[in-house]
């Protein structure tokens, strides 16, 4: 099988072909000019160009279908070469805004959330992923693919300001190695230039991978899926917690390396009657005590056969102002693409013969 281009850092690639200055020539060509062929790659010479194209593969990933949300988001169903699928969600989070003389303000704001494995190992209660167990890692080609596409479906310049968070299917830090090299390729300067601080890694809670993740210090942010305030309701929502219980996280998340000016995100899922009282934000904020946090409050979103229910809006509302009152940022994600089932915890891996792609 041919390797993937996709799946060398720069200097990995400098030193798999020679002459090194080479790899900055491919990683324009793949990440600015989207080049669909190495034969495209003009100042290459002709013997390399055919050379890379025996031995390498330009683009693992081929698009099965997408579908549109009302809310402009775009979820994406990507075929591995080996049959398996992945989704990723290009979230439309502003539409380009003009000042009053006509000047440009901004462009379109997106976020693309990928996934990182087929399927997911941790199990939890609420998460659609979890259903369908776990199949494999993603190759860092793989992963980063995933955004290579969505830009070249949707004519994104490659120089366009875009946020990546690892929110798709799978548990980012079960596959360290790959998802840490994703982050690489997608900084380089020669390649996407995705600066890490705004790419968000969200982790179930893998305190001892979160203190490595810590160490290699990519400068990435770190978003903790807390959803619960105790123990005991968290190992029933998240059997994860049996390893990896609150405190070893929070100790965790002290030791992580943060951004000046950044903080880390605790994504807490709200579920009606289950961990929507305002006695679960007390015992938020005095766990937050002494952390640079914010909250985000997630919505369930719910799929057919689950036992959770969405909670009341106004659950959520009281939930949010409790937090800051008491000096916390509390923002409440807006749930996009639900009409698609491409809001969090509803990606999973799809047989193609259930008739995708209609
Ligand atoms: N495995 C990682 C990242 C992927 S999940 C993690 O768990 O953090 C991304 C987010 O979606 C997590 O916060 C997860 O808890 C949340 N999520 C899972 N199922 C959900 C559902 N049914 N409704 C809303 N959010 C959900
Ligand atoms: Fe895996 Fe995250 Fe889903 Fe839990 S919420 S099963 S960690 S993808």
Same mark, same amino acid.
């Given at each position: 099988?041919?390797?993937?281009?996709?799946?060398?850092?720069?200097?990995?690639?400098?030193? +798999?072909?020679?002459?090194?200055?080479?790899?900055?020539?491919?990683?324009?060509? $793949?990440?600015?000019?989207?080049?669909?062929?190495?034969?495209?790659?003009?100042?290459?010479?002709?013997?390399?160009?055919?050379?890379?194209?025996?031995?390498?593969?330009?683009?693992?990933?081929?698009?099965?279908?997408?579908?549109?949300?009302?809310?402009?988001?775009?979820?994406? *169903?990507?075929?591995?070469?080996?049959?398996?699928?992945?989704?990723?969600?290009?979230?439309?989070?502003?539409?380009?805004?003009?000042?009053?003389?006509?000047?440009?303000?901004?462009?379109?704001?997106?976020?693309?959330?990928?996934?990182?494995?087929?399927?997911?190992?941790?199990?939890?209660?609420?998460?659609?992923?979890?259903?369908?167990?776990?199949?494999?890692?993603?190759?860092?080609?793989?992963?980063?693919?995933?955004?290579? +596409?969505?830009?070249?479906?949707?004519?994104?310049?490659?120089?366009?300001?875009?946020?990546? #968070?690892?929110?798709?299917?799978?548990?980012?830090?079960?596959?360290? /190695?790959?998802?840490?090299?994703? #982050?690489?390729?997608?900084?380089?300067?020669?390649?996407?230039?995705?600066?890490?601080?705004?790419?968000?890694?969200?982790?179930?809670?893998?305190?001892?991978?979160?203190?490595?993740?810590?160490?290699?210090?990519?400068?990435?942010?770190?978003?903790?899926?807390?959803?619960?305030? /105790?123990? +005991?309701?968290?190992?029933?929502?998240?059997?994860?917690?049996?390893?990896?219980?609150?405190?070893?996280?929070?100790?965790? $998340?002290?030791?992580?390396?943060?951004?000046?000016?950044?903080? $880390?995100?605790?994504?807490?899922?709200?579920?009606?009657?289950?961990? /929507?009282?305002?006695?679960?934000?007390?015992?938020?904020?005095?766990? *937050?005590?002494?952390?640079?946090?914010?909250?985000?409050?997630?919505?369930?979103?719910?799929?057919?056969?689950?036992?959770?229910?969405?909670?009341?809006? +106004?659950?959520?509302?009281?939930?949010?102002?409790? *937090?800051?009152?008491?000096?916390?940022?509390?923002?409440?994600?807006?749930?996009?693409?639900? /009409?698609?089932?491409?809001?969090?915890?509803? *990606?999973?891996?799809?047989?193609?013969?259930?008739?995708?792609?209609?």
């Amino acid at each position: 099988m041919k390797k993937i281009i996709q799946d060398y850092i720069k200097e990995e690639l400098a030193q +798999e072909i020679q002459p090194s200055f080479r790899a900055k020539q491919i990683y324009n060509w $793949v990440y600015h000019k989207h080049a669909d062929s190495f034969e495209e790659m003009a100042n290459l010479p002709k013997s390399m160009r055919s050379e890379l194209a025996e031995q390498f593969e330009l683009h693992p990933l081929v698009q099965v279908s997408k579908q549109e949300s009302r809310d402009g988001s775009i979820k994406y *169903l990507f075929r591995l070469h080996d049959g398996h699928t992945v989704e990723a969600v290009l979230l439309l989070m502003k539409e380009v805004q003009y000042h009053e003389d006509g000047t440009l303000k901004h462009h379109r704001r997106y976020t693309v959330c990928i996934s990182s494995q087929v399927g997911c190992k941790v199990g939890c209660a609420f998460c659609l992923t979890a259903k369908g167990g776990f199949i494999r890692n993603l190759s860092a080609g793989e992963i980063v693919d995933q955004v290579l +596409e969505i830009y070249k479906d949707q004519g994104i310049p490659s120089n366009h300001r875009v946020n990546l #968070v690892y929110m798709g299917m799978g548990e980012p830090l079960d596959n360290l /190695d790959n998802v840490a090299k994703a #982050v690489k390729i997608f900084s380089d300067m020669d390649g996407m230039s995705i600066s890490p601080n705004r790419q968000t890694i969200s982790t179930s809670g893998l305190s001892s991978k979160i203190e490595r993740l810590g160490k290699m210090d990519l400068g990435i942010n770190l978003a903790i899926s807390l959803h619960a305030v /105790d123990d +005991e309701l968290r190992e029933r929502l998240m059997p994860i917690n049996k390893a990896y219980n609150i405190a070893s996280i929070m100790e965790a $998340v002290r030791n992580f390396p943060v951004n000046q000016r950044k903080k $880390v995100l605790f994504e807490y899922l709200v579920i009606k009657d289950v961990n /929507d009282d305002l006695n679960a934000a007390k015992k938020l904020v005095k766990l *937050l005590n002494g952390v640079k946090a914010k909250v985000n409050l997630i919505y369930f979103n719910p799929y057919p056969g689950t036992e959770f229910q969405r909670p009341e809006p +106004e659950d959520m509302r009281k939930f949010q102002e409790y *937090l800051l009152s008491k000096g916390v940022l509390c923002t409440i994600r807006e749930s996009k693409g639900l /009409d698609i089932s491409a809001a969090c915890g509803q *990606l999973r891996e799809q047989k193609l013969s259930e008739g995708v792609g209609r």
